[in-house]
Nanobody, 120 residues
Framework: QVQLVESGGGLVQAGESLRLSCAAS????????WGWYRQAPGKQRDMVAT???????TYADSVKGRFTISRDAAKNTVYLQMNALKPEDTAVYFC??????????????WGQGTQVTVSS
């Protein structure tokens, strides 16, 4: 069973930084895509950043140049470094991992989310 536990959220002022962590446990191997998503009140859940087994990253246009996704394999932890935060970054942030068992079959796992609030 795969478990993801996020931490690091909080209340900050615009322009400040936060680092979110996602501690993973369970059978996570093979081709994997890690991701951070966020959901603001009344809005859909949107992709923020992804990182795959080949270390390729993708970012939402709204966070490019400000956010960085990374992973510490030894600690089995994925991070989201968020700099120059804006009020519109306020949301619940979710960690996710997609584990491929074949090119056409995968399983998705989600953490419980961590609140990030940016005041102006």
């Amino acid at each position: 069973q795969v478990q993801l536990v996020e931490s690091g959220g909080g209340l900050v002022q615009a322009g400040e930084s936060l680092r979110l962590s996602c501690a993973a446990s369970g059978d996570i191997f093979g081709h994997v895509v890690w991701g951070w998503y966020r959901q603001a009140p009344g809005k859909q859940r949107d992709m923020v950043a992804t990182l795959n087994s080949e270390h390729a990253t993708t970012y939402a246009d709204s966070v490019k140049g400000r956010f960085t996704i990374s992973r510490d394999a030894a600690k089995n932890t994925v991070y989201l470094q968020m700099n120059a935060l804006k009020p519109e970054d306020t949301a619940v942030y979710f960690c996710t991992v997609r584990i491929y068992s074949s090119w056409s079959k995968w399983d998705d796992y989600w953490g419980q989310g961590t609140q990030v609030t940016v005041s102006s």
